[in-house]
Each structure stands twice: as structure tokens, then as C-alpha cells.
């Protein structure tokens, strides 16, 4: 059975139910820290017109691997707090991660008169991300399994 969300059934104010104001405050700062860091990357390695959006493929495929590897290992160790993994996975991933950037940089691309580079970028995001996903899920498998097994990873908690 699946818990309830927060605001729908009052469970935010029940204490040790999981949700309610720490995850809503852990995602919001969670999303301020990707959104930051996602900008910073942008400024550093800013995308040029006409050419392939790097910063923002690279930002994509970087965040995929490491949601797909960090939910591999949450699953098995399923007793990390659960704002934790909100406010690392939808707020700090979430927001790092943009598929409306993709989506407007290949819009950009079409209408700059590129629009094979536009299908392009697009198709790579996608390959990639995916690509990046299972590389992570793996990674994670790896790096959970003592802890699948019942085991305690080696000493730590």
C-alpha cells in the first residue's frame, strides 16, 4: 500500500509520517541548490548560437547517472530518511536536470536554421540520458549490493 501525499490527508502534521514540512523544506532547498548549480555550469560553459547545447546535454547526462545510480542504492538500503532522498533526488536532481531547456535549445536550433542539429541534440539527449540511466542503475547495483544482502557495507551504517 502506498503512503499517502502530504496535504491530501493531513498526514503532514502526523509526526514520523515522512512527509510534511521537513521534505517540503528539504526539496525547496534541495531545487535551489541544482537550480544554482545548473546555472554556475551555464555560466562557465555557456552555449554558443548555432552550435550544440553542451552544457546542458552534459548537465542531463550527468543527472540522470546519478539519480538512476542514487534511487539503485535507496532501494537497497530503504531506511535512508526519506527527505533525504527528496531533497537529493526531485529537489537537487530535478531541478539540475531540465528537459524544457532541451526542448527550447532544439526549438532554438530549428528555427536558427539548423534544424538537423536541433534532431540531433535532441536524439543525443535522449540516447544519452538513457545510456547514463543504465550505467547508473548499474554503478548502483554495485555499490548497494552489500547492502541487499543484508550486510552492512563494509562496516559502515
Do not use: C
Not at 538500503?77 to 539540475?96: D, K, N, Y
Not at 538537423?116 to 540511466?133: D, N, Q
Amino acid at each position: 500500500m502506498r503512503a499517502p501525499l502530504a496535504g491530501l490527508t493531513g498526514t503532514a502534521s502526523k509526526p514520523g509520517s515522512g512527509y510534511g514540512w521537513r521534505v517540503w523544506t528539504a526539496v525547496a532547498a534541495g531545487g535551489l541548490l541544482g537550480t544554482e548549480l545548473r546555472y554556475v555550469l551555464g555560466l562557465l560553459v555557456p552555449d554558443q548560437p548555432g552550435d550544440l547545447p553542451w552544457a546542458t546535454l552534459s548537465i542531463n547526462v550527468a543527472g540522470s547517472f546519478v539519480l538512476a545510480a542514487l534511487t539503485t542504492i535507496w532501494i537497497a538500503r530503504p531506511h535512508t530518511a526519506f527527505w533525504l532522498r527528496a531533497a537529493i533526488g526531485p529537489g537537487v536532481l530535478g531541478s539540475f536536470t531540465t528537459f524544457s531547456a532541451v526542448v527550447f535549445s532544439t526549438d532554438q536550433l530549428a528555427r536558427g536554421g539548423v534544424p538537423s542539429l536541433g534532431l540531433l541534440y535532441l536524439g543525443l539527449s535522449v540516447v544519452l540520458g538513457l545510456a547514463a540511466a543504465a550505467a547508473g542503475w548499474r554503478t548502483g547495483k554495485l555499490l548497494g549490493a552489500p547492502y541487499a544482502l543484508g550486510g552492512t557495507g563494509g562496516g559502515r551504517p
